[in-house]
């Protein structure tokens, strides 16, 4: 009886969920798992797998491979924090500062491009940067350049192309987690005696913060894996890994090897995210401990000790 | 890079087949040893239909992107009330390996593989033999491009197009003749650093080198392919922009000064830049490849009537001038150079070379380098993206 329950009553309700992380997740990571232990035999076969080995692995660990993860890693981490730096202010902006009847307005102003082929805005970019494109044209009739633009096909271009794709993914977590913030709470903390600037810091961003971690995620580790951007942008020094996985299933047509590349794509992703997410639990540990030293320090007087209590309690709260 | 999409196989039965023959395998990475046994199906290909002297009404083709005239597919569309599917592969090895793991099911009559790539297909059987009793037009193609060293006789190919690789360059940037690759690499490490790229092709790319060094461009000396490899690592990799297919976008968007391209390519990217005089095409001393695409069928072909009226058709001298104006490449139909002149067509020199260039042109052969090709083009990526 428990077991017909079991398949016909709340996982058969679930089914959808476990279906969909099955076959699109499992299955498929599983697959390329797999095929990472094969070899390419022939020019007319992708993979084959009756000898297993970890030979591909090897093959990937090369130098090439290495550096060219390395400068992967880079734009990333730089694509992700500009992102940041842009998208903190326009999402306090628009979550605390815009008339609520606009808001929608200017959220269509992010969507509508990101709805836009990925493809054609990053193309869009190749126009815009090219050194004789207008540009280049005007910088230079208004005297701010010398010479022709020289971005395209370099590094810079890429990160310019990464941060403008990868902005509304930034922006839209960082707006919903500052508009649940809520007024109320910003209203009470200026009752409290908080002037604007502690507000930011001690209420909104702290109440930010988990929006402030699925954005950096949400663009990290697409970012990791974009081949687009570099292959539109950038030329001999803006490669990325996904370039190299790209070619080895599309023009080497070497499966084995495309896969081992990927994964260990995948595993140097989780392990760069998982050494930020264990910098940031540190930095967010030590933060406490030195405010509530801060605050033993500071605890002599009735109505001021009070006040700072409050908000240790609420960037506390925040943090749960 | 961006000339390569990815495209489902047609007809719509081998896609189910094809989908299933995946999850087959994906059972098998679950631990399913008889899912694994369905997998390996054996190397049959299946057989092809014989021409029966009736028109069918579809015809499949598997080509390179942007590589015909649709115009002159239209024509022959209306002609013969055949509907011409055209899907895009990117590189050899793609169409290769999707012919391969389709053996003869993969719904494409005509496929257009580069020459050296033939006898290897032809060994696996995923060509047919052709009938040249079905293709009366065969007597139109030059003498000079019929019977090539990879097929005999014209038993598996008919000549698409031929062209060779050489250089562009800007003219106000490098101010001196240039002549050969030895040009080609001092220029890249003087007026041209920063702003030269080569094509996308190991082959292409060591040939550079080894030709302005005289060796033999198809050399499988792995050596003589590790000098090659250092030397393009420390004289070409810190003053490459990028590695580019297509010539057109660098010379119109004025990104690059020096360009390894195909001679087709540098045409129409001289034809669309607004300054012609500004750049220059070099058939570069002393050798360069020689390659050439061609019109097969497809072992496994279910509408070979079309397919024979289809390549006879692209051998006729007014569709062979369309296709040779469109993309810029000689399509080995004779007559071709002497209505170009007539006719004013831009730059025929570029699209016709010379028989003296001719005659001291090497055409690449797949070998035992190409694996070492590859790790030095590999190489070369990889540094110059460090600099």
Redesign the interface.
Known sequence: MRLSRRIFGTAALSFPTWAYVLFFFILPVALVVWYSFGYKPDAFTTHAMDQLSFDRYAEVMQPTFLSTFLATLRISVVGTVLCLLIGVPFAYWLAVKVRPERRMLLLALVLVPFWTNFLVRTLGWQIILAPEGFLSGMLQSIGLLGGPLDILYTRTAVQIGVVYNYLPLMILPLFVAMDRAGATLREASRDLGAGRWRTLFQVTLPMAMPGIASGCLLVFIPLMGDYVTASVLGGAQGSMVGQLVASQFNTAQNWALGSAMAVVLIIFTLAAVALAAGLGLLARWAFQRYHRIDVTADDAPDSAGADVGGTAITTEGASR | ??R?P?RVLAPDDTVRRISRRLFL??L???GSSAA?AACGAGDAIAPSLDPDGEMESQLNVYTWGEYDDPDVIDAFSARHGVRVQMDNF??N??M??K???ARGTSGYDIIVPTGI?IP?MAE?G?LQPLDHGLLPNLRNLSPAIADQDWDPGNEYSVCKAWGTTGYVYDRTVITRPMTSWEDFLLAAQDEASGST?VLEDPWEVCAIWLAAQGEDVNTDDPELLQLCEDALVDSL?PH?????STAT?GV????FALIQAYNGDARQALMETGEPERWEFVFPTPTANLWMDNWCIAAGTQHPDAAYAFIDAMLDPEAAFAQMDYVGYDTGVVGLRERAEQEELDFPEIVFPDQEILDRLTASEYNDGMEKR?IAY??L??E????
Do not use: H, K, N, P
């Open positions: 890079m961006t390569r990815l395998s994906g098998a990475a679950a694994l990117g590189s090895e793609e290769m390996a012919l391969g793991a790539y290897m696996r995923l790229t990799a490459l922009r990028a590695f580019v976008t119109v968007q004025g990104s590859v590999d190489r990526v990889a110059s993206g460090a600099a």
